[in-house]
Structures are given as structure tokens and as C-alpha cells.
Nanobody
Framework: QVQLVESGGGLVQAGESLRLSCAAS????????MGWLRQTPGKEREFVAA????????YYADSVKGRFTISRDNAKNTVYLQMNSLKPEDTAVYFCAASFRGTTTPSNFIFWGQGTQVTVSS
């Protein structure tokens, strides 16, 4: 099992950047496929980005491709989401999640953090 704690959310203006971090506890962090997902009120959680165990492969939703970058540091048990050129439609609660296998389907992620709010004003 792994516990996940997100940080780095906040209020920014359109065009600005934020970097989210997700700190994981447990010795097996490097065994998990990691992802970032987001949710807005009244909508289901949607996939944003994911990264393989080694960090060698990354996956992105079309809506964030070219603007967001996911990375991980297995030595620090941390996964990051660098968000550039933010848009008002990026406003959401962002969740860090872990899966036993590669996936972009939210329901396949097993462990979740509590989420961090990102608000982008126009």
C-alpha cells in the first residue's frame, strides 16, 4: 500500500505556471505506475497525465499535451506535474494516483491522494 499527499495547488492567472508535487510513503513507490487526474464539480474524474515505473514513458490527455509535463523521482518517492500556459478550463481539483499497471482509465488507479485545488482566473 502507498499513501499519497499532493501539494502545490493555488490560484494563478491564465498563462501562468504551477508545479504540483505528490509525495508517497512506503518502500514500493518505484513499483507503481503513477498518474495525475482532475475533477470539477458535477463531473467525473478525468485523466491528465501518467508515467511508467521507470519514468521512461509518459502519457497525456490531448487537452494538456504540450503544456503539462509529468516526471518522477523514485529516490525521493515523488511525482510531479509541471503545468505551463494554464487556462481557466484547467481549473479543478488535481489528484495523484497509483496503479499496479499502466493505464489512463481513472477507475484502474488503486491508491489516491486527497487532492489539491488549482484555480486559473481569466
Amino acid at each position: 500500500q502507498v499513501q499519497l499527499v499532493e501539494s502545490g495547488g493555488g490560484l494563478v492567472q491564465a498563462g501562468e505556471s504551477l508545479r504540483l508535487s505528490c509525495a508517497a510513503s512506503g518502500r514500493t513507490f518505484s513499483s507503481y505506475f503513477m498518474g495525475w487526474l482532475r475533477q470539477t464539480p458535477g463531473k467525473e474524474r478525468e485523466f491528465v497525465a501518467a508515467i511508467s515505473v521507470s519514468g521512461g514513458s509518459t502519457y497525456y490527455a490531448d487537452s494538456v499535451k504540450g503544456r503539462f509535463t509529468i516526471s518522477r523521482d523514485n529516490a525521493k518517492n515523488t511525482v510531479y506535474l509541471q503545468m505551463n500556459s494554464l487556462k481557466p478550463e484547467d481549473t479543478a481539483v488535481y489528484f495523484c494516483a497509483a496503479s499496479f499497471r499502466g493505464t489512463t482509465t481513472p477507475s484502474n488507479f488503486i491508491f489516491w491522494g486527497q487532492g489539491t485545488q488549482v484555480t486559473v482566473s481569466s
